[in-house]
């Protein structure tokens, strides 16, 4: 970086060097490469941002530094109408933790936006018959 390297440069599937080094859910390059300059909102050829890839594949911390370093909580994919916040839900009990849920959710996530299948995060919880994950939803205004 020091001697010039380009860190906006999409590698990896695609995505940039923040989408790797944030979905391996590692904090020091994540934080090494937004004080770079990187945009934390770039989308890789599928529209998504780092910071969908955090929320399906890594923990609360490098998902808030995202957050704190300018990365919309309620950008959505320009081919599936998902946020951060449909994809922290769908991911629940899987890869995603609660912390993450909640946290999107504390951060200002809408609960209200809807994905081109016509389903908001309350929506899939609901198909997800988890009573817990929709007061939460409910809670936040959905």
Do not use: F
């Not at 380009?6 to 590692?26: F, I």
């Not at 300059?37 to 910071?51: A, K, R």
């Not at 890839?53 to 994919?77: K, T």
């Not at 018959?129 to 936040?140: F, M, T």
């Amino acid at each position: 970086i020091r001697l010039g390297a380009d860190v906006n440069l999409k590698v990896w599937s695609h995505g940039s060097l923040l989408h790797l080094a944030a979905s391996r859910d590692d904090y020091e390059v994540t934080e090494l490469l937004l004080n770079a300059g990187i945009d934390p909102n770039d989308e890789d050829n599928d529209g998504e941002t780092p910071l969908d890839w955090v929320v399906e594949r890594a923990s609360w911390p490098v998902a808030q530094l995202l957050i704190r370093s300018g990365a919309s909580v309620n950008h959505q994919n320009r081919e599936t109408g998902m946020t951060p916040l449909h994809r922290a839900v769908c991911g629940l009990g899987t890869a995603t933790g609660w912390d993450v849920v909640k946290g999107l959710l504390e951060e200002g996530a809408s609960p209200n936006i809807l994905n081109n299948s016509w389903l908001t995060p309350l929506g899939i919880a609901r198909r997800m018959e988890s009573h817990i994950l929709v007061d939460l939803l409910l809670s936040y205004g959905a």
